[in-house]
Nanobody
Framework: QVHLVESGGGLVQPGGSLRLSCAASGNFLRINGMGWYRQAPGKERELVAH???????TSANAVKGRFTISRDNAEGTVYLQMNSLKPEDTAVYYC??????????????WGQGTQVTVSS
């Protein structure tokens, strides 16, 4: 079982920056891929950025050049640095992790979500 705790959301003006953090805890063999998703009101949840355990990253076209995902494997933490924020980035941001337990079963886990609001 993996428990994901997000932090760093809040209210920011357009053009501003925020850094989201997500810490994984629990009893597991390893954390595989980690990522950030977001869901705006009335819209489906969408992938923002993903990072493998080896550090390879992908990101949505809407955030390329503005958002950067990174992780600290030793701490089991994933970060999302968000720069040049726009009102359309307003959403609840969710941390996601795929983890393998000691029985070598792989499962998908979600954090509780953190609100990011971009408004003047």
């Amino acid at each position: 079982q993996v428990h994901l705790v997000e932090s760093g959301g809040g209210l920011v003006q357009p053009g501003g920056s925020l850094r989201l953090s997500c810490a994984a805890s629990g009893n597991f063999l390893r954390i595989n891929g980690m990522g950030w998703y977001r869901q705006a009101p009335g819209k489906e949840r969408e992938l923002v950025a993903h990072i493998t355990s080896g550090g390879s990253t992908t990101s949505a076209n809407a955030v390329k050049g503005r958002f950067t995902i990174s992780r600290d494997n030793a701490e089991g933490t994933v970060y999302l640095q968000m720069n040049s924020l726009k009102p359309e980035d307003t959403a609840v941001y969710y941390c996601n992790a795929v983890a393998t337990d000691w029985g070598h079963t792989t499962n998908n886990y979600w954090g509780q979500g953190t609100q990011v609001t971009v408004s003047s």
